[in-house]
Structure formats: C-alpha cells, structure tokens
C-alpha cells in the first residue's frame, strides 16, 4: 500500500526506481523537478517520503530542487522529519527479536538509513525552518515522532526551535523537546 501518483517520475521515485527515475531525467530534464497534480510533489519529496536514499541521493546529485512546496506546504525535508517505522517494520522487529536479535538489528538498520536519508538531505540547500500548512517545521516534527537521532542534526543545521505552530491549541514550540539534545 502506498501513494500513486500522477507523474511517471514521481511514482519510480517513491518505488525507489533508480533506474526509471535515471532514465526519466536522461528523456528530459524537466522531469528533475516536475510537481505531481494530485500531491504537488516532485520525485525528491516523492522519495523522502518513502525513505529512498539512493534515489534521494541521486536527484540531490542531479541537483533537484530541495525548496519546492508541495499542495501541504511541505518540502522533502518535512518528510524525512516526519518518518517512522511503519506497522510492518515494527511486526518484523517484534517476531524477528527472540531470534538472535535479528529483530533489533533490523532495528538498528533501519533508523541508520533514516539518519542517512537526513543527513543527505540537510546537505543540501534545503530550507531546515521552512514551515508546513499547519505551521510545523521540521524540527516539530521529529520532536512529536521523538526522533533522538534526527533532532541533534537539524539543531546543528541551525534550526529555528521558537517557531510556533498554528493548528495546535497550545501554539506549541519544539523547544521543550529540543532542549534535551
């Protein structure tokens, strides 16, 4: 289960198609940054957010432009923030964990590659306070998931931990997470 999307590029980006996202950048350059109609996102945000390093690293090697918004307001950087493991990772680490700890490994590896996916990302151009349709950053959302790993990073890309949110009653600021790290 998964998006669809609209542009070819788009849908191989989230597949983590490397080799159809190459070729479609090979037809025509403009694929590079084409927004989808449905979302408005564009293959990097596509691939953000199903956690498609390589592919990430490739359209930020091909220079695909981090600071397009989709119809949320979000950039890549808002959905790498915003990952987590989904019901299946964490069934596989529940089943796999009495077995020699395959399960914590698998743990382990996954959230290296979420690190990894941040870090390619926050070594672009990419706008680390760029704020969302609700008003989050995504500083807010690594604090909500809790994300020890990824908050350290954005704070020492420099991250805004004052900006206020608009939808939430209490106007909530990511500095009382943030201040922890």
């Known amino acids: 289960m998964g998006i669809l999307y609209s542009e070819p ?15 479609l950048v090979k037809e025509d350059d403009k694929n590079l940054n084409v927004q989808d109609e449905i979302y408005g996102d564009t293959p990097i945000i596509a691939a953000c ?15 695909a432009d981090v600071s397009v918004r989709n119809k949320k307001e979000r ?33 382990i590896e996954k959230q290296k590659a979420h690190v990894s996916l941040m870090k390619s990302v926050l070594s672009s151009k990419v706008e680390v306070d760029a704020v969302d349709y609700k008003g989050n950053t995504a500083l807010h959302y690594a604090c909500q998931s809790k994300s020890h790993q990824i908050i350290p990073l954005l704070l020492e890309k420099n991250a805004d931990i004052s900006i206020k949110n608009k939808n939430d009653e209490a106007n909530t600021v990511p500095l009382p997470q943030a201040i922890f790290y």
């Open 9 to 23: 590029i788009c849908q191989a980006a989230y597949n983590d198609d490397i080799h159809q996202v190459h070729q």
């Open 49 to 63: 957010r199903s956690g498609s390093l390589k592919t990430v690293k490739y359209l930020l090697h091909q220079n």
């Open 75 to 107: 950039t890549c950087l808002h959905y790498v923030a915003k990952r987590r493991f989904s019901f299946l990772d964490y069934l596989m680490i529940i089943i796999l964990m009495p077995i020699l700890l395959i399960g914590y490994l698998i743990m």
